[in-house]
């Protein structure tokens, strides 16, 4: 995954208010100590939280993206680790006071894996432990994103992104063309999001242990034709 997005991921998350998300979480884990930020991609939150004072260590499943998040710490001469994890099977890692994971990492674990998934996270955090994290809601997946097109065209990179809904599952195909002196290298990769309904998420957290409140990209209270979940459940 991400292995040719990966070189310009930061590029194209200019519009993601990482301040904002930043502070919000800096509220929900005061008086936490360690934890983990799994998604991490290019470790931009990860960097965020050390910088904060937080013990964090940044988990990816993609090779690519945590060369990026290694290479972002090194050049701010923070001590992160990083290691290669995928969400839908985490194993068995030391216990700590909280996890997160920002900007659509759960759209990946498979419907049938949620449970699962969740409650080998209540098992990982210590008691009155914190778990945040966030995914494209419904309605973005199949009213926003849906069987639309979308593309870019900057100076070294042009991508167009063609989605193909089906049930409840996204299919996105980038097609990259990157700029090589006078011609462009072709690239393609294909990604699938997963649709999880809030009240599908509200109860495999419940089932699991969680205590849950959700909310919005704005950080307010969910409604259904939001685009982004974040959920914030305690131990």
């Known amino acids: 995954m991400y292995e040719i997005l990966s070189k310009y991921y930061d590029g194209l998350m200019t519009d993601f208010d990482y301040d ?46 945590l060369e990026k ?16 994890c995928d969400l839908n099977n985490i194993g068995t ?8 994971a920002v900007c659509d990492g759960f759209n990946y674990v498979r419907p049938n894996n949620l449970s699962k ?23 973005k997946l199949k009213h926003v994103l849906g069987n639309n097109l979308f593309f870019e065209d900057n100076e070294n990179l042009t991508y167009f992104w063609q989605n193909s809904l089906k049930g ?14 006078d011609s462009y290298k072709r690239s393609d990769e294909t990604e699938t999001q997963y649709v999880h309904k809030a009240s599908e998420i509200a109860a495999a957290l419940k ?29």
């Open 168 to 181: 409840d599952k996204v299919k996105m195909e980038l097609t990259f063309f990157e700029k090589q002196g």
């Open 93 to 100: 890692i030391k216990k700590r006071d909280f996890v997160t």
């Open 20 to 65: 904002a998300y930043e502070a919000f979480l800096a509220g929900k884990l005061t008086g936490l100590t360690d934890g983990y930020d799994m998604a991490c991609g290019s470790g931009e939150m990860t960097v965020r939280l050390k910088k904060r004072g937080f013990d964090v260590a940044g988990c990816d499943v993609s090779p690519e993206m």
């Open 207 to 235: 089932g699991a242990g969680f205590k849950t409140e959700f909310f919005n990209e704005k950080f307010k209270k969910f409604n259904e034709s939001d685009n982004r979940l974040v959920a914030v459940a305690k131990k």
């Open 69 to 84: 998040a290694v290479g972002k710490a090194h050049r701010q001469r923070l001590n992160i680790p990083f290691f290669v």
């Open 117 to 139: 998934v969740f409650s080998t996270i209540y098992a990982l955090l210590n008691d009155g432990g914190v778990f945040v994290f966030d995914i494209s809601s419904e309605h």
